[in-house]
């Protein structure tokens, strides 16, 4: 765990510092709304889905400040999505990334504009002029992002989750759900990393199935969190997921067989680079990080 976290916390620092830039040259605003976009994008998240998505292009060479720009977006629309399920119509979650959500610091209209300008800037950065990425390409990025975070995607996910409480969904039902609130972005970090190094299809493929059980054991080591973990080092109130009623694994499995389930989507993910002769330890590091991780 330890040598992952040696990477990706120098990673988030860089990552900090190349989006803060970003939206000081984007947000020719001086007011709540770019306070409260700036508090929630820079200096709290882990930024692993933009970590995945910059190692992978990184593996097939392609440019850093494409990469760059690319893990911005992609952090930000995950920072969008994180200011909306805290607000009080959804999670009701007061605390976020070891602060006051942003509703709470701010106010509810100002979350929700922020989350609102957060998806436009992601797309607004993904549309830019990149230093090697044609168009074509890019269209092929924003078209995937649609796709994976909304109706069919993340939102789909998060409508089944938000009426979860007064359905008794099976377990098939919650993977879908799990599929597409969390393991979608992480699928797409993975995916458009291999696509812009200019990776053929195959290649793109496998990591897009890597990013995706990646995803689901994500999620699972999230729902065991919930209930056992330190409200100091996940950063957020937990219990939220009993209290509002919403199915996770556990409503099916035990704590024990959470973990053993989380570590057969891992042996998974990792399978799913097997036509590679030689991959970096750092995606099966990143697996063993999830896998135990305590925040």
């Given at each position: 765990m330890s040598q992952f976290l040696d990477h990706l916390k120098p990673f988030a620092t860089e990552l900090d510092g190349f989006l803060k830039d970003l939206l000081d040259k984007k947000?020719?605003?001086?007011?709540?709304?770019k306070d409260s976009i700036i508090y929630s994008s820079i200096g709290s998240g882990k930024r692993i889905?933009?970590?995945l998505s910059c190692e992978i292009a990184d593996f097939f060479h392609a440019d850093k400040s494409d990469a760059l720009k690319l893990a911005s977006a992609i952090e930000l629309i995950h920072t969008y999505s994180l200011i909306h399920d805290d607000l009080p119509a959804l999670d009701n979650d007061d605390y976020r990334r070891n602060k006051p959500s942003n509703h709470k610091q701010f106010s509810e209209s100002t979350a929700i504009l922020s989350g609102d300008a957060l998806q436009s800037l992601a797309f607004e950065i993904l549309s830019d002029k990149m230093e090697i990425i044609d168009a074509?390409?890019?269209l092929k990025l924003i078209n995937h992002l649609s796709n994976n975070i909304g109706p069919n995607g993340m939102i789909g996910g998060q409508i089944i989750d938000l009426n979860s409480k007064e359905n008794q969904l099976s377990i098939d039902e919650v993977n879908v759900m799990h599929n597409l609130k969390t393991a979608n972005l992480f699928s797409f970090s993975c995916q458009s990393g291999a696509i812009i190094g200019n990776a053929n299809d195959?290649?793109?493929d496998a990591f897009e199935n890597y990013g995706r059980n990646f995803g689901i054991v994500f999620q699972i080591i999230d729902d065991v969190l919930d209930k056992i973990g330190d409200p100091e080092n996940i950063g957020k109130t937990l219990g939220k997921d009993e209290i509002n009623q919403n199915k996770t694994y556990l409503n099916f499995y035990s704590i024990e067989e959470c973990f053993e389930i989380a570590g057969k989507y891992s042996e998974k993910a990792i399978n799913s680079l097997n036509i590679f002769d030689q991959l970096p330890e750092v995606f099966i590091n990143a697996l063993d990080f999830i896998k135990s991780r305590k925040f």
């Open positions: 947000l020719n605003i001086d007011n709540e709304l889905r933009g970590y074509n390409k890019q195959k290649e793109v």
